[in-house]
């Protein structure tokens, strides 16, 4: 731990020092592990339909083992933290063997994942790796849950018993939703918040769709919803501090009056 923290310090220090003569480095890492996803989310270029053909390019495309280790390590050199996703990252094979490299390497980790697979990994090895794990998780509804993300009731059901393991274990996670027209009912009567509560999420992380510029439809809900939606989250995160909303009130406020936001908000 005092390694780490050496570690981190000495990175920091060369960060500034690099920021003050203007030049511009990156302090926290994203590796997208793989193409490959096993959801179908219409807002996501990962939610393609054409599974098969996802496989064959994921196959031909995802950097192998070897190739993410070098990367991992001529990264940690610079970067104090980083995240893993996808796709999803958990569908890889190596996913275990990176995700050990990555810690070897003294790299603090933040998962972003579906929770679909957890229970195909150790997650008792994962908990000594892994800081805490971002749970994509749209909806805490089956009905909503399974349109939002295009998969089945068992899927669902799935990812609730993966998600009750997380809490179980003391596995640090939260969710992450991303705020469309199938699922706002539940931020308008805030539910999703005690559901969240209930499955061991201590903080939520909510945006609305970004619509994709390759599709010729939007998710995004009406005008009026978008407005019911945002003074539920301002009203819940006024009252609550548990589940800690981690987008700041400003996000919602702007939306509510100019119809946008005037800065980029990273639901991660
Ligand atoms: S689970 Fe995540 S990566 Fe997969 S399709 Fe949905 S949004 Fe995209």
Sequence with gaps: MVVDTIRTLKLVSSWVGNRIIQRRRPIIAVFSLTYYCNFYCPMCPFGDP???????????????????KLIFEKVSEHCVWSIIEGGEPTSRPD????????????????????????????????????????????????ESYCKVRGVDKATFH??????????ETNFPHYFN???????????IDQSYFEKAIELGSDAVSLTFVEDRADVNYSLLPDRDT???????????????????????????????????????????
Aim: proline share 2%.
């Design 50 to 68: 054409d599974k098969s053909g996802q496989i064959r390019f994921a196959k031909q495309n995802d950097l192998t083992t070897d190739q993410w």
């Design 95 to 142: 996913f275990m063997e990176l995700v050990r490299y990555l810690y070897g390497l003294k790299m603090p980790i933040t998962l972003i994942s579906n929770c679909s697979l957890l229970h195909t990994i150790d997650i008792q090895e994962l908990r000594k790796y892994i800081q805490f794990i971002t749970c994509s998780i749209d909806s805490v509804y089956e």
């Design 158 to 167: 799935r990812v609730v018993k993966n998600l009750k393991m997380l809490k």
């Design 177 to 187: 939703s991303v705020i469309t027209k199938y699922n706002t009912e539940e931020f």
């Design 226 to 268: 978008i407005n019911r939606v945002c003074e539920s989250i301002l009203q819940y995160s006024k009252r609550n501090n548990k589940p800690r909303i981690m987008i700041p009130d400003l996000y919602f406020e702007q939306i509510l009056r100019d119809g946008h936001v005037t800065f980029d908000e990273c639901g991660v």
